[in-house]
T-cell receptor, first 113, second 113 residues
Framework: QQQVKQSPQSLIVQKGGISIINCAYE??????FPWYQQFPGKGPALLIAIRPDVSEKKEGRFTISFNKSAKQFSLHIMDSQPGDSATYFC????????????FGTGTLLAVQP | KAGVTQTPRYLIKTRGQQVTLSCSPISGHRSVSWYQQTPGQGLQFLFE???????NKGNFPGRFSGRQFSNSRSEMNVSTLELGDSALYLC????????????FGPGTRLTVL
């Protein structure tokens, strides 16, 4: 019940295309859903995050769509660029007095020029 | 503001040895979390410290331990190293609660021979 399932494992997108990564969870106590971007040799960096009280959040080319009833959320990268090539992780937390993040397994995105 | 720093960046140890990793959070951040990242298991939560107290712990054996000092700096220790402990160990800091962004350091790459 603590798992976050992420798909696809890898993704190849042409420059200018839309990259879509999906995640699903079981624990309805989760109330914070961040997405992290990780480049080789670096630690993960927060990209965008959402809470269950909204269905969509957009920051620049990055959008999170959230479906509370289906317990799913997804990351959309519009106008994908070669510089977006990285590993993307979704995560979830159930708040309270803890910062514990449950991470998805990651998606390796390659944007071809 | 300086980011999260971790030392050392790389470590090579042999089975049975012990190792101590260090993490300096962003100035003013009081929460430090540790994660283990491996290709097979992904990012897994080890433990979290807040104001020198362990606030949460993941499902790792007792060989993994940590502590936090009054200046919020944190250390984690792994005793009796096993080959399977080879991983990237990441430290993340945040201001206080789970509503705050967690900022990750670059990690310490531990190789156990």
């Amino acid at each position: 019940q603590q798992q976050v399932k992420q798909s696809p494992q890898s993704l190849i997108v042409q420059k200018g295309g839309i990259s879509i990564i999906n995640c699903a969870y079981e624990n309805t106590a989760f109330d914070y859903f961040p997405w992290y971007q990780q480049f080789p040799g670096k630690g993960p960096a927060l990209l965008i995050a959402i809470r269950p009280d909204v269905s969509e959040k957009k920051e620049g080319r990055f959008t999170i769509s959230f479906n509370k009833s289906a317990k799913q959320f997804s990351l959309h990268i519009m106008d994908s660029q070669p510089g977006d090539s990285a590993t993307y992780f979704c995560a979830a937390s159930n708040g309270g007095a803890t910062n514990k993040l449950i991470f998805g397994t990651g998606t390796l995105l390659a944007v071809q020029p | 503001k300086a980011g999260v720093t971790q030392t050392p960046r790389y470590l090579i140890k042999t089975r049975g040895q012990q190792v101590t990793l260090s993490c300096s959070p962003i100035s003013g951040h009081r929460s430090v979390s540790w994660y283990q990242q491996t290709p097979g298991q992904g990012l897994q939560f080890l433990f979290e410290y807040f104001s020198e107290t362990q606030r949460n712990k993941g499902n790792f054996p007792g060989r993994f331990s940590g502590r936090q000092f009054s200046n919020s700096r944190s250390e984690m220790n792994v005793s009796t190293l096993e080959l399977g402990d080879s991983a990237l160990y990441l430290c993340a800091s945040s201001l206080t609660t789970s509503t705050d962004t967690q900022y990750f350091g670059p990690g310490t790459r531990l190789t156990v021979l």
